[in-house]
């Protein structure tokens, strides 16, 4: 089983809607959870963390975290076409800085 | 003013040669980091220093060797490249924090290696 597993995609939705990301993980004692953007040809980008379960939003992002479920996801409200990108799922487990990355959900965000 | 910055950007190579990529960090952090992204776009940790020492030695063959000579700077030795070493080299670092595990890390641009 991966430890940290994501939908691969592509997840296509219109400009304007709720594109909706979901990550899974395996390690209980997991920690803290990030959510990378990355555009093709370039290096991962932060948009988001969350620690605590429950929602943290951040301008049209949103995460949601669900420890016991070991579930997190993104919400991107109102899509736009500059969205399009791999959206890549990291976990720590709280010791030594270590992140564990999903292989990423490519979103794509039609006109 | 470049955060992260990595050279070269891309390195194209036989088999069997021995290469070198560096990477610098004005960010002031103390911990810097390799990952490698393979073509499926997995990005996986390789190594990880900490103020000079080194606190991450992932599953790598001894082929590679991590050298920092300052918390500013991680380089990455391979030796007898081979063709799956193909993949994009990710440079990283971040400022550890009194909350483990919650520092974000800052991506360099990348070193795109081929192996022919």
């Not at chain 1, 395996?26 to 379960?53: A, H, T």
């Not at chain 2, 002031?28 to 190594?47: A, E, N, P, R, V």
Request: glycine share 6%.
């Amino acid at each position: 089983q991966k430890e940290v597993e994501q939908n691969s995609g592509p997840l296509s939705v219109p400009e304007g809607a709720i594109a909706s990301l979901n990550c899974t993980y395996s390690d209980r004692v997991s920690q803290s959870f990030f959510w990378y953007r990355q555009y093709s040809g370039k290096s991962p980008e932060l948009i988001m963390s969350i620690y605590s379960n429950g929602d943290k939003e951040d301008g049209r992002f949103t995460a949601q975290l669900n420890k016991a479920s070991q579930y997190v996801s993104l919400l991107i409200r109102d899509s736009q076409p500059s969205d399009s990108a791999t959206y890549l799922c990291a976990v720590n487990t709280g010791t030594a800085s270590k992140l564990t990355f999903g292989t990423g959900t490519r979103l794509q965000v039609t006109l | 003013d470049t955060a992260v910055s990595q050279t070269p950007k891309y390195l194209v190579t036989q088999m069997g040669n021995d290469k070198s990529i560096k990477c610098e960090q004005n960010l002031g952090h103390d911990t810097m980091y390799w990952y490698k992204q393979d073509s499926k776009k997995f990005l996986k940790i390789m190594f990880s220093y900490n103020n000079k020492e080194l606190i991450i030695n992932e599953t790598v063959p001894n082929r590679f060797s991590p050298k920092s000579p300052d918390k500013a700077h991680l380089n990455l030795h391979i030796n007898s490249l081979e063709l799956g070493d193909s993949a994009v080299y990710f440079c990283a670092s971040s400022q550890a924090s009194m909350l483990r595990g919650r520092e974000t890390q800052y991506f360099g641009p990348g070193t795109r290696l081929l192996v022919l």
